[in-house]
């Protein structure tokens, strides 16, 4: 039974880690589209990327319960604490658990550089609008009308 759910958590790791290198392209091209300005692209690859973290979602929560089984049946708290008789799947599901952890942390540290451009993008957009509006109020000074006050005080010669 044990050997029958590595195998089977084994199939899960492959497609979590197929999905989860999808999402490492996805963020880097999101680097691309922020440093090129392309809030249509942008727009289009935050839709995938929710996409894809769905099905990770989905996937996440079938390994989970059947992980729990295992981690019950062996007593420990996570597979990398487990120092038995390891089959070669156990010793494979380990190592594609760690792959996929390492390119979390990639996907992690783009998203993080990411919402810094993004930032940086929306300060600068801020000051665009700053600078506009300083030119509409001096703009709307200049394209008023000459008023000519009424002079109240007429001087006459005595």
Known sequence: MR????AYLLRISEGKRLLVNHLLKITQQQSKALEEEDTKALEDLIQEKQTVMAKVDVLDKEFVEKYNLIK???GIENLQEYEGEMSATFK????KIAGIF???EEVQRLDQANTKKVKNNITKAQQNIKSIKTGKKALTGYNQPYKENPSFFIDKKK
């Not at 050997?3 to 590595?6: D, K, P, Y």
């Not at 494979?92 to 190592?95: A, D, S, Y």
């Open 102 to 104: 390492k390119v979390i």
């Open 3 to 6: 050997e029958e759910l590595v």
């Open 72 to 74: 019950e049946e062996l």
């Open 92 to 95: 494979e599901l380990r190592e």
